[in-house]
């Protein structure tokens, strides 16, 4: 039974996410990237300027508020879970080296998506007069003339918050750390318990935890997988080599199979860059209307950037880590794939540091093993802190639709929704998410299509707001 499910799962985002989709996905993308005039790539030091050093990055005169610099971690904190880890190993897997590169290309793309999406949030939000955040729900209502749009997306929203945010991640988490001899009920325990104390706070509370959280988790990451390149820097010119050349299928001419292979790259490579960054799906707006920034230009620019760090800097790098380590020819699967890798990297930390074994009176081999090790508990610990921080992200996302929900119908859905979400992220632990990581993929798109047919009917109205003046405008 549970294997005719996920066959069926499978065949339904097959469906889903064939090649009609994926050419659709595309083409909004280079759309709205034209109309957009690629804005934040072509005036990267202008968007740096009035984001993250900006001199008003931390106001916030409502109490009840966050600042621009919580926005950004709280939406970072959401699309940065376990996607960046295991998501990128199961990318390369399916669609090999040139996955990597159609990740990147679809994150700058889909950067429009996102762009877009948070000044039609911010433009709406201003209009309402509202000081709460609902996100991506205003324009929806406005684009079909129905709130009935909306209701569903809210709906959609709070069954992905569960599967995209919570069960998925905590599994991951589990998984990596199943390879120490933690048990995964240990796992669903402490995460439940952390997930609780989080989400039974405010709104602040979470923003709070958050913005210390997610830059120490980015900075931590990022150090390790920096370590590991250095040491392997000789084989970066090949694996980028590898990169552009399987992109293209080059290597597969030859053998005839360029058209089949290809497309399977084609689409690992958006299907895993969306999973990752959750551009177009409307999510982000939850988290970056949520500050008393009115101006649209800068939220756009503030979710902009939250897709390059995402996606661009965070899964690139563990894709290096993958290829240049050699971790993709182990036949292995998700996060046994990235623990090998960071082992391997880690492992050969004491032949590059010459003249060790006379400072040490250590043999090589015994310091290889610990080192080794010790990547493997490097991993584990990043792998888990991104998976509670998208756990905590996402609950902001369903708490946002819950409540635009309970507003609409005057009932109580959030108690529910709080005590379930907890229950879910112990529950998470020990099941099999083979079921789970297929719905992913399922809620994925039917968040996708209302949201990217909204801003792509309404994108007209962020003309005015396409230029560095309107940046000025604070």
Known sequence: MYNTICSILSEINGLLWGDFSLILVICAAAFLSFRCKFFY???????????????????????????????????????????????????????GAGAVFWMIVSAFLVMSFAFTENILATLYKNRSQNSDSAGPLLYID??????????????????????????????????????????????????????????????????????????????????GSALILLIYKDNISNVLTDIFSSAFGIKQISGGVLGCTL???????VRRGLFSNEAGMGTSTFAHTSSDCKNPTVMGCWAALEVFIDTVLLCT????????????????FGADTVIAAFKNGFGKLPFSIPFLPKITGT???????????????????????????????????????????EKRSHAKFLPAYKFFYVAAVFIGASINADIVWQLADVFTFFMLIPNLSAILLLSDLIRPYISVSSLKNQ
Not at 78 to 94: D, E, F, H, P
Not at 155 to 178: E, K, Y
Not at 386 to 392: D, H, L, M, R
């Open 41 to 95: 790539i072509m005036h990267p030091v202008k968007l740096l300027k009035y984001t993250l050093f900006s001199k008003k990055v931390d106001n916030n005169k409502n109490s009840g508020s966050l600042t621009n610099f919580q926005t950004l971690t709280t939406a970072l904190a959401a699309s940065m879970g376990t996607g960046n880890i295991i998501g990128v190993a199961a990318a390369i897997s399916v669609g």
């Open 263 to 269: 497309s399977k790259t084609i689409s690992v490579g």
């Open 363 to 405: 043999t090589l081999p015994e310091l290889s093993i610990f080192f080794s090790e010790t990547g493997g508990i490097f991993l584990a610990a990043a792998n888990s802190v991104f998976a509670f921080a998208s756990v905590i992200g996402w609950f902001f996302y369903g708490e946002r639709s819950c409540t635009f929900l």
């Open 317 to 332: 790098l563990t894709a290096l880590v993958i290829l240049c380590t050699g971790a993709d020819k182990l036949n292995l």
């Open 142 to 223: 406005s684009a079909f003339g129905s709130n009935r749009v909306s209701g569903i997306f809210s709906a959609v929203c709070i069954a992905a918050s569960f599967v995209i945010g919570n069960i998925t991640q905590v599994n991951s988490a589990a998984a990596s750390l199943d390879n120490f001899n933690v048990p995964t009920y240990i796992c669903g325990i402490v995460f439940a318990i952390l997930t609780a104390v989080a989400v039974l706070g405010t709104r602040t509370n979470i923003a709070k935890i958050t913005e210390k959280l997610v830059p120490f988790a980015a900075l931590f990451y990022i150090s």
